[in-house]
């Protein structure tokens, strides 16, 4: 199973890209979000501010894999009663 980005709707602040690409990477979300703002003071604001606004626009929004897990067998225990 190929690993896939997502916008992470449980632990968003703006948009939830910071959150989902440090799920994608494996790393922590703040650090994500230090970098954002580091990169952004950096280039003047608007790199970042494009970058983001166009990976808000075309990121799949999900929940995060263990809350969409909990809610799965929770169906299924409805289901099965």
Known sequence: MTKQIYRLKSSKMIGGVCAG???YLDIDTTLIRLLFVAVGLLTALFP???F???AWTIM???EKVEESRKSDTSKN???KA
């Open 21 to 23: 690409l440090a799920d």
């Open 48 to 50: 970042m501010f494009l």
């Open 52 to 54: 983001y606004i166009i």
């Open 60 to 62: 799949p929004v999900k």
């Open 77 to 79: 225990s409805k289901t």
